[in-house]
């Protein structure tokens, strides 16, 4: 029921290209679903985030795509370049206490020049 | 200087010693939280606190306990350290009910 489960485990994309990373959640309470980007030796970082009232959301480069129905939301990276290389992490959370977060697997990405 | 800051950054210790993490924050947060990430888990929280006489347990709380000082620092120890708590442990923070988290760059910790 508090699962998220992510996947690719790992990604390689080639500069230029679309990453796309899934997730899915268990928990239909949940209403809260950000994106953090960790790169080496650093703390996860938010990338960006949605709630279940909208279906997209856009920022730069990066959209997530929300699916309330299949239970399902995705990270696309369009345009990738070597410094989105970097492991990526779903969340899932309630608005009530958006720090209580279940994260997913994780996501490596390597972007390839 | 870090916003978040964690000490030690690494920590190579023995099964059956204590050990204490801590992190203290400049972000005036009033919510203080420590996750554990273990690759192919991502990351689980073990404790979080709202203020300094709110503490609540997280998922993985077995074999931790926490103390926060002050508004400003969150400590996270391990009684008597087991293997199995070898993992690289994040301590962040966040403000009110829809904050996002700030996390420290980490505490490797290894136990032998």
């Known amino acids: 029921q508090q699962q998220v489960k992510q996947s690719p485990q790992s990604l390689i994309v080639q500069k230029g290209g679309i990453s796309i990373i899934n997730c899915a959640y268990e928990?239909?309470?949940?209403?809260?679903f950000p994106w953090y980007q960790q790169f080496p030796g650093k703390g996860p970082a938010l990338l960006i985030a949605?709630?279940?009232?909208?279906s997209e959301k856009k920022e730069g480069r990066f959209t997530i795509s929300f699916n309330k129905s299949a239970k399902q939301f995705s990270l696309h990276i369009m345009d990738s370049q070597p410094g989105d290389s970097a492991t990526y992490f779903c969340?899932?959370?309630?608005?009530?206490?958006?720090?209580?977060?279940?994260f997913g697997q994780g996501t490596t990405l390597q972007v390839k020049p | 200087d870090a916003d978040v800051t964690q000490t030690p950054r690494n920590r190579i210790t023995k099964t059956g010693k204590r050990i204490m993490l801590e992190c203290s924050q400049t972000?005036?947060?009033?919510?203080m939280y420590w996750y554990r990430q273990d690759p192919g888990l991502g990351l689980r929280l073990i404790y979080y606190?709202?203020?300094?006489?709110?503490?609540n347990k997280g998922e993985i709380s077995d074999g931790y306990s926490v103390s926060r000082q002050a508004q400003a620092k969150f400590s996270l120890s391990l009684e008597s350290a087991i293997p199995n708590q070898t993992a690289l442990y994040f301590c962040?923070?966040?403000?009110?009910?829809?904050?996002?988290?700030?996390f420290g760059e980490g505490s490797r910790l290894t136990v032998l």
């Open positions: 949605i709630r279940p009232d909208v």
């Open positions: 969340a899932a959370s309630f608005s009530s206490n958006t720090g209580k977060l279940i």
């Open positions: 928990n239909t309470a949940f209403d809260y």
């Open positions: 962040a923070t966040s403000a009110g009910w829809t904050g996002e988290l700030f």
């Open positions: 606190s709202f203020d300094v006489k709110d503490i």
């Open positions: 972000k005036g947060h009033d919510r």
